[in-house]
């Protein structure tokens, strides 16, 4: 995998508690810290956007009138918790 540089502005008093934590933790620099941080937000992102989609689908009986079983969602929310919650 090919790293890319980016540039970043922040300020000052965040960058002090950035270093302090990267101080006080196994970080070895500001840059593993940051990627680690943006790792975990992009993992967020994706669980708040499978968990949307569950709700979509079990909502989707109600606004259409053709049930869904709760098995079949259950299912679902299974797969999605065994993929971004293990």
Do not use: C, P, W
């Not at 990267?22 to 990627?35: L, N």
């Not at 967020?44 to 049930?67: D, I």
Request: net charge positive; proline share 0%.
């Amino acid at each position: 995998m090919v790293n890319q540089m980016i540039n970043l502005r922040m300020e000052n008093k965040l960058i002090s508690e950035l270093d302090q934590v990267v101080k006080e933790s196994t970080f070895s620099s500001r840059s593993e810290f940051i990627k680690d941080a943006v790792r975990k937000a992009v993992i967020e992102f994706h669980k708040m956007k499978a968990l949307e989609t569950l709700v979509k689908y079990k909502g989707y009986g109600k606004r259409t009138g053709k049930e869904i079983s709760d098995k079949a969602f259950e299912d679902a929310k299974q797969a999605v918790e065994k993929s971004f919650f293990s």
